[in-house]
């Protein structure tokens, strides 16, 4: 018996050694794995402190309901659970109404529309905005963007109503784009949540059938046109208005000139006569004479002398100073001295053009004579 209860006793003993084992081994291992909870928890921590902020944003920091802005950019430094972040974009954003942006497909609730000619058009708008106070942009209303979607595309329609379908497809675009911009303005600085409109634009209007879009089309290529038209009579009317102006004075400076040359020349011819007049008071007869030699003295050299002989046929005699010349030398008589001598009072038409000239010599000496008695 008593070798059976050394073998148990001898059998208990490794038993508790092992025990003591265990349950140092199970210390040992929640401690390690406390502490791997542990740095978990500290490197989730120390992550969820530090944040990284680009050029184009906005960090909003709450400290117990308070907001801050961060606008510089880089790597900042918050409270776990304590300071709560929030990124807003500084870049100008956008949005489209009337079609889908990422596949094109049109959006027809919110493209189309009714004009004031009651007519059927759709028309689509891309629509840019940036935020300008994001704590208000976050905090002063539930969704920003939404608000100013459904007041853009309220005042879209309110706007295209105002309108006829011509104007909003082609002439209009400009002018209506500028009013739904004034209206959104004003209303969005009058809801100041933190954004603002940048500019809205039409992408694209057309009506809902296809034939009616090609009339349209028609319609504004014919307004092209004539506008392309007035723009080169336009240009055609500045170049030639210029053009006939310079012309215009060039012909009144010519016409002046002319005036005054032709006031001149008379005021010189007047004063001529003026000094003959004089000389014929006193000398009459003589200036007379002399005048009628000045005269001939211009005409004749000019004049053809065609002389008609017995037989019928003439004969014409170039030049006269020549004939002239050699009736004198000869002393005949022709028609030429008797024209002479007709034209300065010569009565006997029978006699040379001698004898003529020694009459009229003696004429004008007994005439001198008469005047100085």
Excluded: W
């Amino acid at each position: 018996m008593f070798k059976g209860r050394k073998k148990e006793t001898v059998y208990e003993q490794p038993n508790q050694g092992g025990k003591k084992k265990g349950e140092k081994s199970g210390k040992t291992a929640g401690i390690i794995s406390i502490v791997i909870v542990c740095a978990f928890v500290i490197l989730y921590l120390f992550a969820g402190s530090i944040y990284s902020l680009k050029e184009n944003e906005y960090a909003v920091i709450t400290t117990f309901g308070t907001p801050s802005i961060v606008e510089q950019s880089g790597i900042h430094v918050k409270l776990p659970y304590v300071q709560h972040l929030a990124k807003v974009p500084k870049t100008i954003n956008g949005f489209s109404i009337g079609y889908d942006a990422e596949s094109g497909e049109s959006v027809d609730g919110e493209s189309f529309m009714i004009t004031r000619d009651y007519n059927f058009v759709n028309v689509d708008f891309y629509v840019e905005y940036r935020v300008t106070d994001p704590v208000k942009y976050l905090y002063s209303s539930e969704n920003p963007v939404a608000i100013l979607k459904n007041l853009t595309q309220s005042y879209i329609r309110d706007t295209i109503g105002l309108y006829d379908v011509d104007s909003v497809i082609t002439t209009g675009k400009n002018e209506i784009q500028a009013s739904i911009k004034d209206k959104i303005i004003t209303r969005l600085d009058a809801e100041d949540i933190g954004i603002q409109l940048v500019n809205i634009t039409i992408q694209d209007a057309e009506p809902p059938t296809q034939e009616v879009i090609n009339a349209f089309k028609n319609v504004e290529n014919a307004k092209q046109g004539k506008e392309t038209s007035i723009n080169r009579a336009n240009q055609k009317r500045n170049e030639d208005i210029p053009a006939a102006r310079a012309l215009a004075d060039e012909t009144v400076k010519t016409a002046q000139a002319q005036a005054e040359e032709r006031i001149n020349e008379a005021k010189g011819q007047t004063a001529r006569l003026n000094e003959l007049y004089a000389e014929y008071q006193k000398y009459p007869l003589i200036t007379k004479q002399r005048m009628f030699y000045e005269t001939m003295e211009e005409i004749l050299p000019d004049m053809k002398i065609i002389i008609e002989k017995s037989n019928g046929t003439t004969q014409t005699m170039l030049p006269l100073e020549s004939f002239i010349d050699s009736s004198i030398l000869k002393g005949g008589t022709g028609s030429a001295e008797n024209f002479g001598m007709g034209n300065s009072g010569a009565v006997d038409n029978g006699t040379g053009a001698k004898d003529a000239g020694g009459n009229a010599d003696q004429n004008s000496e007994a005439d001198a004579e008469a005047e100085d008695e």
